[in-house]
């Protein structure tokens, strides 16, 4: 799998970001959001390039 694949695209958090944060210690969600700062913003469906 490709750890540079965009997971969350208002905070340029990648799939690698996450998997480093679990690696740190992060076990839920709230944890994953407090390391990387995905899901912080909110504007990812509207900055993804996938978006349908």
């Not at 740190?24 to 959001?33: L, N, V």
């Amino acid at each position: 799998m490709d750890n540079s694949e965009m997971v969350c695209y208002c905070a340029q958090v990648t799939r690698g970001d996450i998997i480093a944060a679990m690696e740190r210690g992060a076990r839920t969600m709230a944890d994953i959001k407090r390391m990387t700062g995905a899901c912080v913003d909110g504007n990812c469906e509207n900055l993804s390039p996938r978006k349908t």
